[in-house]
């Protein structure tokens, strides 16, 4: 059974940092790109950030460029989040995705998404 299971959220002030671990298990996902997504209440999950299989390539929404880091490890088969300046905006769950094909930035391109972790950012 695939599990993704992500940890690391919690309360912060604006100008913190928080860092989010996604740990997979159940299968291989070898090849797969990972990616973190985010949905604030009364909105759309939106794409933040996601890495290649060999982490050679990452890719940002601009909102977040220069203040978060995507990497992963895939010997623990864990893909993290560090989020710096963070901003009262980033408030949101936080979710990792992977497996699927399909356009990068869209969630419907993946199938598999962990139970997400809480980030709130206070002003």
């Known amino acids: 059974q695939v599990q993704l299971v992500e940890s690391g959220g919690g309360l912060v002030q604006a100008g913190g940092s928080l860092r989010l671990t996604c740990a997979a298990s159940?299968?291989?996902?070898?090849?797969?790109?990972m990616a973190w997504f985010r949905q604030a209440p009364g909105k759309e999950r939106e794409f933040v950030a996601a890495?290649?299989?060999?982490?050679?390539?990452?890719y940002y929404t601009d909102s977040v460029k220069g203040r978060f880091t995507i990497s992963r490890d895939n010997a623990k088969v864990t893909t993290h989040l560090q989020m710096n300046i963070l901003e009262p905006e980033d408030t949101a769950v936080y979710y990792c995705?992977?497996?699927?094909?399909?356009?990068?930035?869209?969630?419907?391109?993946?199938?598999?998404w962990g139970q997400g972790t809480q980030v709130t950012v206070s002003s």
């Open positions: 159940g299968r291989t996902f070898r090849g797969y790109m």
């Open positions: 995705a992977t497996g699927g094909t399909g356009t990068m930035r869209s969630a419907k391109s993946y199938d598999y």
């Open positions: 890495i290649t299989w060999s982490g050679a390539d990452t």
